[in-house]
């Protein structure tokens, strides 16, 4: 058991902010040695239950739960900040030609390591993530998140049609690895397997028909794509399946539309769209600084919220533009505000955090798990330094309220502002 005084974040299940000034978090291994908070609360309170325990005094630092990244690129870390007109000529131009060096098991161990290393860096401890249409690149990301006891969600890439050579799979053989990927990793430790076709564009209709198969057999794995991004994606999706009634619905005909369902972006929804999500469980990735970069469009969180289906923050790195939790919670705002092509909202500081948190947790089906530092929850948190640069040591010092600590820090924050992240009691250092 060990224990940690600091001030202390967290989150009610009805999503509330809970948030301690002087707090207590205690953290001991269960029954199969897996860390876990066995306490959280007011140190005043707790204190005297744990006199004979080691004590992490950390006074003027902030312990919040590790942040959960409901959609990342792996291969696309050095795709990062490519320059594009648009999402399909920066998938030709620069995806394509990077993910097919993943080919390469050697290559793939080294950027999984260096990706590991950044999710880790700026706080984010759980995440679903694509990998490349080579299983090698599934087995490379897994192996690494395995050794440092991260949790993640991963899939090979379904893509059996129009995509270069070095990509594109084979239909019959993809379904095969899929399977064989899900027998070897799903449930493993922390790993998670997601059944992963890149997007309805680039997989034929049996390829989907038997990624839809698997999703039946296998109904505790993860389903991931993207949907509706794009003007030009969605017309191309629409005259390739002329029966769905929208791209949307291409998902839902081949049955890779349910709980632990997870579609990045859903931009371009209307409401016949917002339902059929809200009926089948399945969830969007919002992905703010992707959008913006590419000049997809603004997700619509009021329409989301009016028909009242599931989402949470996603950095989509290599089309998003940082690791940062901040910043994706920063253009979040930005999103939300915007008035001219949807209904604009003012998403206060504490919805943006539950969102990258406890929020991105419930919608991966993983309440109570990660994401929050409830009792019972698996004990990943960030050590937070509110005076990690000059500015934000000005501007949280004049805070006189949890929702101006919290907009200041993610306003003025990035990777500096943590200064640990720590899983299972290991801890790992933003800056060496």
Known sequence: MHVYRSALLRFADDGSALYDEDGLLAVGPDAQGRQRVVAAGAWQALAHQYADHPVTHLPGRILAPGFVD???????????????????????NYTFPHESRFVDPAYGAQVASFFVDELLRNGVTTALTF??????????????AQRRQLRLITGKVLQDRHS????????????????ALIQRWHGVDRLGYAI???FAPTSTPEQLRGAGELA???????????????????????ELFPASRSYLAVYDDFGL????????????????????????????????????????GFFDYAGADRVGFGYGLASDVGGGTSFSPFYTMLAAYYVGREGQSKQGLSLSPRQLWWQ??????????????VGNLQPGCEADFVVLNPRATPLLERKTAQARNLDELLFALIVLGDDRLVEQTVISQAKYASRA
């Open 216 to 238: 039946a057999r296998y109904p505790d794995v993860w389903i991931q794509s993207h949907v509706a991004e794009n003007l030009d994606e969605i017309r191309w999706a629409r």
């Open 70 to 92: 409901m959609h990342i690129h792996f291969p696309q870390t050095d795709v990062i900040g490519s320059p594009a007109d648009g999402l399909l000529p920066w998938l030709e």
């Open 164 to 179: 270069p050579d070095g990509v594109r799979d084979d239909t019959e053989q993809s379904l095969l690895d899929t399977e």
């Open 356 to 369: 990258h948190t406890a929020g991105a947790a419930k919608a991966l089906g993983l309440a109570g798990v």
């Open 131 to 144: 990998a490349t249409s080579h299983p090698v690149s599934v087995d490379a990301l897994f192996t690494e």
């Open 196 to 198: 992963t076709p890149r």
């Open 257 to 296: 539309m349910r709980e632990r369902a997870v579609y990045a972006h859903c931009i371009h929804f209307e409401d016949d769209d917002r339902a059929l999500m809200r009926d089948t469980g399945t969830v969007a990735a919002v992905s703010p600084t992707s959008n913006l970069f590419l000049g997809s």
